[in-house]
T-cell receptor, first 112, second 114 residues
Framework: DGGITQSPKYLFRKEGQNVTLSCEQNLNHDAMYWYRQDPGQGLRLIYY???????QKGDIAEGYSVSREKKESFPLTVTSAQKNPTAFYLCASCNAVQTEAFFGQGTRLTVV | KQEVTQIPAALSVPEGENLVLNCSFT??????LQWFRQDPGKGLTSLLL?????REQTSGRLNASLDKSSGRSTLYIAASQPGDSATYLC?????????????FGTGTRLQVTL
């Protein structure tokens, strides 16, 4: 059963903490993406990776970091430098040839 | 910079009605356009993908059209059902680049009432 798995579904962060959101795909897609969704706004791109060991900043990369050590995995770390991290985070992947994007079920991050 | 707009922001229709959701984009240099459905608190589900060379795509009761020159796409839902209630998002992929870097609209929240 192919797809994208995000974990955890809910995550709570204390002030000053770093937290890591997991994203795993078994679709054999080269490209992976992290988006942030806030109420009333469209999805905004945080980081993306087109190949293992390479990634690029999106439109709102400040306060976030990523790694791409394996094709299947693209974890996102929300650092203490991100001043307003409360949001819904979505991971996506796509086949570079067809470029149809598939999404995970999201992680809701809340600062407590 | 590409901007994507979806109108209306919210729509309520009675069950059985046919309806049209609109998506407009400012830069016609797109690779494709994709329509998604999002249920509350969930991820996005891909509904239809239209390549820039295509005019429309159909899947069941859904039909999406693309007019690249005017920067518009519509999603037509026939014989709406309460289960169609969700937020519908459109997204465009740029012409340049080997993988899609999507720009999203803010969505249309659809409610189908009994």
């Amino acid at each position: 059963d192919g797809g994208i798995t995000q974990s955890p579904k809910y995550l709570f962060r204390k002030e000053g903490q770093n937290v890591t959101l997991s994203c795993e795909q078994n679709l054999n897609h080269d490209a992976m993406y992290w988006y942030r969704q806030d109420p009333g706004q469209g999805l905004r791109l945080i980081y993306y990776s087109q190949i293992v060991n390479d990634f690029q900043k999106g439109d709102i990369a400040e306060g976030y970091s990523v790694s791409r050590e394996k094709k299947e995995s693209f974890p996102l770390t929300v650092t203490s430098a991100q001043k307003n991290p409360t949001a819904f985070y979505l991971c996506a992947s796509c086949n570079a040839v067809q470029t149809e994007a598939f999404f995970g079920q999201g992680t809701r991050l809340t600062v407590v | 910079k590409q901007e994507v707009t979806q109108i209306p922001a919210a729509l309520s229709v009675p069950e059985g009605e046919n309806l049209v959701l609109n998506c407009s984009f400012t830069d016609s240099a797109i690779y494709n356009l994709q329509w998604f459905r999002q249920d509350p608190g969930k991820g996005l589900t891909s509904l239809l993908l239209i390549q820039s060379s295509q005019r429309e795509q159909t899947s069941g009761r859904l039909n999406a059209s693309l007019d690249k020159s005017s920067g518009r796409s519509t999603l037509y839902i026939a014989a709406s059902q309460p289960g169609d209630s969700a937020t519908y998002l459109c997204a465009v992929a740029p012409l340049t680049g080997t993988a899609s870097k999507l720009t999203f609209g803010t969505g249309t929240r659809l409610q189908v009432t009994l």
